[in-house]
Each structure stands twice: as structure tokens, then as C-alpha cells.
T-cell receptor, first 115, second 113 residues
Framework: AQTVTQSQPEMSVQEAETVTLSCTYD???????LFWYKQPPSRQMILVIR??????QNATENRFSVNFQKAAKSFSLKISDSQLGDAAMYFC????????????FGKGTRLSVIA | DGGITQSPKYLFRKEGQNVTLSCEQN?????MYWYRQDPGQGLRLIYY???????QKGDIAEGYSVSREKKESFPLTVTSAQKNPTAFYLC????????????FGDGTRLSIL
């Protein structure tokens, strides 16, 4: 079974600074996908970034990038030039493409941005 | 615009009562999901359906029931057997999780009276 672990329940960052959120996962599959979702106070889930396991290159979306370490089963999210609007819960998630299994989510990290 | 509509936004349940949460999507997605969110627990999967008239239990299905009679609709019933139903419930759908990641509704907050 897949598991996703986020070891940081809460994090804070100064506005304009950089912060990294940690995520580790456990899987025996070779073909899987990893995601970071953001849930602001409105509680809507928003996809931030995704990574295909077969790609060695780390995914990047504007100020958001990942550090994908496949051997270590680590998938951290880096937020650069943090903005007040980045304050939210962040969830790491994974799924295996074989068997059409649902997404498995971590417990989340609450990010605060300090002005 | 296409999307997922959950209703009601807030719902109150009396002891011993069944309540049904609505989830409708107009995205033409085949798969639909129900998640429960509690503080510090992240999202836990209750039920999911990959095709009409078929659904599977997730990690915490006890005390819940679903139906999938139409592609667009996936209602969740919280039965009286669910002893701790107070939570935030999220519905989601997808067609191809690789290129079209899950879309989520805005959620329903269920509380006990």
C-alpha cells in the first residue's frame, strides 16, 4: 500500500523568502505520480505542481518547484519569493498508474507567511 | 464553466438521522470520489466510483453509503451508524489523473446538533 508522510505539521516563512515543505512516500511500484495541492482558508483544493516518477527533471511552475529524490522517496516543495497569498495547507499526494488506484494524501503542512 | 457543485455548504444532523450530501459535476469525468477532512488528518478516502453503477470502499467507508446512478452525480449518505460525522467533506472527480488532475468541489461542513 502507498503511504505519504509530511513530517512538518506547521511551517512559517517571511514574505519574499524561500521555504521548503517536506514529503516522503513509500511505494513498491515503478510507475507513479506525485502532486502538491494547496488548500487556502477558502478550503478549495488547488493543484500546485505534479511530477512523473519516470522523469528525472524536477517539475517547476513559476515560483514553485520540487526536489524529487527517487531513491530516497522524497518529494519536497520549494516556494520562492513567498507571498501572503501562499498561506495555506499544503498536501502531498501520490498514485500508481497501474491498478487505477485513488490518490493517497499526506496529512498536510500548514504554511504561514509573515509580512 | 465546468466544475463540481457540492450542496449544501453547511449541514446539521440530529442524532440517529441519515443525511445526504450532494455532489454534481459537469466535467464529463468518469471517476468521482468522496473525502473526509478532519483537523490534523488530511484527506481520507470514503468511497470512489470509476464508472456508473459501480463504486468501491475507501479507507473509512463504515457508516457511509453512496450511489452512482448517473455519471454526473455521486451523492454521499452519512448514516446513523457513523458515530462521529462532524467533519468537512470534499467531493472530487477526474478522467485522467496524469494529464487532468482531480478537480474538487468547495466542500460541505457537517455538524451534529
Amino acid at each position: 500500500a502507498q503511504t505519504v508522510t509530511q513530517s512538518q505539521p506547521e511551517m512559517s516563512v517571511q514574505e519574499a523568502e524561500t521555504v521548503t515543505l517536506s514529503c516522503t512516500y513509500d511505494t513498491s511500484e515503478s510507475d507513479y505520480y506525485l502532486f502538491w495541492y494547496k488548500q487556502p482558508p477558502s478550503r478549495q483544493m488547488i493543484l500546485v505542481i505534479r511530477q512523473e516518477a519516470y522523469k528525472q527533471q524536477n517539475a517547476t511552475e513559476n515560483r514553485f518547484s520540487v526536489n524529487f529524490q527517487k531513491a530516497a522517496k522524497s518529494f519536497s516543495l520549494k516556494i520562492s519569493d513567498s507571498q501572503l497569498g501562499d498561506a495555506a495547507m499544503y498536501f502531498c499526494a501520490s498514485f500508481h498508474s497501474s491498478g487505477n488506484t485513488p490518490l493517497v494524501f499526506g496529512k498536510g503542512t500548514r504554511l504561514s507567511v509573515i509580512a | 464553466d465546468g466544475g463540481i457543485t457540492q450542496s449544501p455548504k453547511y449541514l446539521f444532523r440530529k442524532e440517529g438521522q441519515n443525511v445526504t450530501l450532494s455532489c454534481e459535476q459537469n466535467l464529463n469525468h468518469d471517476a468521482m470520489y468522496w473525502y473526509r477532512q478532519d483537523p490534523g488528518q488530511g484527506l481520507r478516502l470514503i468511497y470512489y466510483s470509476q464508472i456508473v453503477n459501480d463504486f468501491q470502499k475507501g479507507d473509512i467507508a463504515e457508516g457511509y453509503s453512496v450511489s452512482r446512478e448517473k455519471k454526473e452525480s455521486f451523492p454521499l449518505t452519512v448514516t446513523s451508524a457513523q458515530k462521529n460525522p462532524t467533519a468537512f467533506y470534499l467531493c472530487a472527480s477526474d478522467r485522467d489523473r496524469v494529464y487532468q488532475p482531480q478537480h474538487f468541489g468547495d466542500g460541505t461542513r457537517l455538524s451534529i446538533l
